[in-house]
């Protein structure tokens, strides 16, 4: 990434992130995430999963804060903050609860087969 915003405070990690689940096409070709956060999760994605996952523990004010927003005690206000919320928004699982499908049980099946008989 080309100094656009300041990442000082997170641990990038050596090898790209890539969520094969999720995004088997890559973050950059999925139409989900601009450029320069296709990049930022490519390259801060795995620290921050490991942060989120707990298997890390926040080293910075940064990442402290990136917890607080994902725990939901603050609103996001960075780039970061704000890409990693999206990220893990568009891969949650969110049961769908509704249904297109009617069934009115007030009248029986007979009851209709007589009407038309």
Known sequence: MKGQYDLTGFFRSNAAWFDDVNYFHGFHRCGDF???????????????????????????????????????????????????LKYLNKTRDIPIVSSVH????????????????
């Open 34 to 84: 601009s450029v320069s956060e296709a990049d930022f999760l490519s390259y801060y994605g795995r620290s921050l999963n490991d942060l989120t996952a707990g298997i890390r523990e926040p080293q910075t004010e940064q990442e402290q804060a990136l917890i607080e927003v994902i725990s939901g005690l603050r609103q996001p206000e960075t780039f970061y903050e704000k890409t990693w």
């Open 102 to 117: 009617y069934c009115d049980y007030s009248r029986s099946y007979y009851d209709s087969v007589e009407e038309y008989g």
